[in-house]
Structure formats: C-alpha cells, structure tokens
T-cell receptor, first 112, second 114 residues
Framework: QKEVEQNSGPLSVPEGAIASLNCTYS??????FFWYRQYSGKSPELIMF????GDKEDGRFTAQLNKASQYVSLLIRDSQPSDSATYLC????????????FGGGTRLMVKP | SAVISQKPSRDICQRGTSLTIQCQVD?????MFWYRQQPGQSLTLIAT?????????ESGFVIDKFPISRPNLTFSTLTVSNMSPEDSSIYLC???????????FGPGTRLTVT
C-alpha cells in the first residue's frame, strides 16, 4: 500500500463548479498535510496546508482534514480554467522530521 | 516564502558525464531538499541537505551517484554522476521555512541524457 494515495484523474469539472480532490494516507502518526498545484512544465506551488482536524479556508480553496479516517481533501470553489493543473497531496509522515511524502497527483481539467 | 533559483534550467548531456545543479535561496534556511520528478510521475525525495552535516539519502539513492554539497545556509549543489538515459528527469530543490514543515520549490532543472 502506498503511503499517500490520490486518484490520478483526470477530474473534469465545468467552469464555476466545485472541484473536490481527495487524498488518503496510511500513517496515523502523520501531523501535517499540504496541497501543491503544478502546472505543466512548472515546479510545484504550495497552495494550502492544514495541521488540525476540520476545515481551513483560503479564498476559493478549502482544505479538509479528517485524521480518524486518514484523509485530506481540497475543495476549489468557482473553478476556473486557470485552475487546470495537477494537484499534489503531501504528508509529513510521523517521525520523518521535515520530510514530505507525495501522492501521485490528480490532474484537474476545468472546462469553459 | 523564499525566492529560490536553480541553474541550469535545462541541459542535454551525454551518457557517462556528470552535471552539477545549483540551488540558491535569497534567505538563510536550515533545511534544503533535493527531489527528482520523472516524466509523468510525482516527486521522489533524493536527499536532505543540512548545512554543516552530511546529506541524508533516501532508499535507492547513493552519495556516489548523487553527491551533494551544502557549504552555507543559502546554497546547495546536487551532482548527477556517470549519467545514463534513466537519469533523464526534472531535478528540484526545495527549502523548509517559516518554522513549520512547509516546503517551497525552486523552478527545477530539466535534464535529458542521450
């Protein structure tokens, strides 16, 4: 079992809809969770991080963490074509210092 | 977040040669990381580079193949040695800042080995 899993997609949503991206992790000792956006040919860009159970909102983005169920999700409201990218979930596995373990990424396509 | 630059941005190299990639940060950071991203894949951590100590390599990566230097708190280099076509990849450096576990990435170096 992979430590951090994501559906590879592509996830296709119409412009203006809510895009929901999910990530599960295997290590219950994981403490910190991150979402990166990566446009084709570019490096990953940190867009959200969450450390506590519940929701964290930043503009059109909401990160949701459920440690009991070992999943973290990213909601993108009012999706725009410019949101089309690969979204990478990263987890700080417990006991791993500052290291991050990345999921395989979900490709999001927002259609005008 | 820090401003991170990498040199070169891309290179085409012949098999058997070596390439050194530089990573420069505009502020002092304790922890720097080197990742590899193969075509269509996610990121794989190569090693963690802390100033004043030897780099810590992940399983599957060895110092002889990927020697790393970290001479100060704003700079690091990764060398890809004795390259083969399987080393064709994007190499990324990242830094951890802000006191948490957040990492910020440089623009990457796209390496093609022929």
């Amino acid at each position: 079992q992979k430590e951090v899993e994501q559906n590879s997609g592509p996830l296709s949503v119409p412009e203006g809809a809510i895009a929901s991206l999910n990530c599960t992790y295997s290590d219950r000792g994981s403490q910190s969770f991150f979402w990166y956006r990566q446009y084709s040919g570019k490096s990953p860009e940190l867009i959200m991080f969450i450390y506590s159970n519940g929701d964290k909102e930043d503009g059109r983005f909401t990160a949701q963490l459920n440690k009991a169920s070992q999943y973290v999700s990213l909601l993108i409201r009012d999706s725009q074509p410019s949101d089309s990218a690969t979204y990478l979930c990263a987890v700080n596995i417990g006991g791993a210092g500052n290291m991050l373990t990345f999921g395989g990424g979900t490709r999001l396509m927002v259609k005008p | 977040s820090a401003v991170i630059s990498q040199k070169p941005s891309r290179d085409i190299c012949q098999r058997g040669t070596s390439l050194t990639i530089q990573c420069q940060v505009d502020s002092q950071v304790t922890m720097m990381f080197w990742y590899r991203q193969q075509p269509g894949q996610s990121l794989t951590l190569i090693a963690t580079a802390n100033q004043g100590s030897e780099a810590t390599y992940e399983s599957g990566f060895v110092i002889d193949k990927f020697p790393i230097s970290r001479p100060n708190l704003t700079f690091s280099t990764l060398t890809v040695s004795n390259m083969s076509p399987e080393d064709s990849s994007i190499y990324l450096c990242s830094v951890a800042t802000g006191g948490g576990y957040e990492q910020y990435f440089g623009p990457g170096t796209r390496l093609t080995v022929t």
